[in-house]
Each structure stands twice: as structure tokens, then as C-alpha cells.
């Protein structure tokens, strides 16, 4: 008898990893757009104009975007952290499938009592 089928990982750390996967891509998507608008607005806005809550405006996107970009970084560590737990744990359960295999195996060449 034998008992080498995988086991599968917990889903949640799947789920989780997924979720994380989509919100690193739309927060790195926003990063992107708020970089494109914030270069517009200052090629488009002359040098004159800019003051003020213009200029305030402009340095709190310039801000915003090292946030984003920041939790764009954060979400990558995130995610290979999880990466990283999803594969201990895989190794894991296989290393406990070939435990139980071998332990079925012995106990089935012990002569019967």
C-alpha cells in the first residue's frame, strides 16, 4: 500500500498569495498612471503658474507616488514570503507522505502476530 499522493497546501496561503499577486498589480498599476499624470501636469503647467496649491498639489503626488511605489515593494516581499512558506510547506507534507509511506511499508513486512 502506498501513500505518496501529494497533499495539497492549505488554500489559504494560495488564496492569500493570489489576492496579494492582484493588489501588488493594481497598486503598481495606479503608481504607474499617477507617474504619467503627475509628468503631464508639470510639462503642461508652466513654471509660473505652479504656485501655490498648484505646487502643493504636485509635491503630495511626487509623495503619493514614493508611497505607492513603496507598498508596491512591500507587497513583493509579502509575496515572496508567501512563496516562500508555500514551498516549506509543500516539502513538508511530502516529506510526511514518503514518512507514512515508508512506516506502511514496514509495518507491512512485520510477520503477522
Request: net charge negative; glycine share 2%; charged share 30%.
Amino acid at each position: 500500500m502506498s501513500l505518496t499522493k501529494t497533499v495539497p497546501v492549505p488554500s489559504t496561503l494560495e488564496t492569500a498569495l493570489d489576492q496579494n499577486d492582484a493588489v501588488r498589480e493594481t497598486v503598481k498599476q495606479s503608481a504607474d498612471e499617477l507617474l504619467v499624470i503627475n509628468t503631464v501636469l508639470k510639462q503642461e503647467i508652466p513654471d509660473h503658474a505652479q504656485t501655490g496649491e498648484v505646487i502643493e498639489a504636485l509635491q503630495r503626488t511626487d509623495e503619493l507616488e514614493t508611497r505607492i511605489q513603496e507598498s508596491v515593494d512591500d507587497l513583493a516581499q509579502v509575496n515572496q514570503l508567501l512563496e516562500q512558506e508555500i514551498d516549506e510547506r509543500a516539502g513538508l507534507e511530502r516529506e510526511l507522505a514518503e514518512t507514512k509511506a515508508a512506516l506502511v511499508e514496514a509495518q507491512d513486512q512485520l510477520p503477522p502476530s
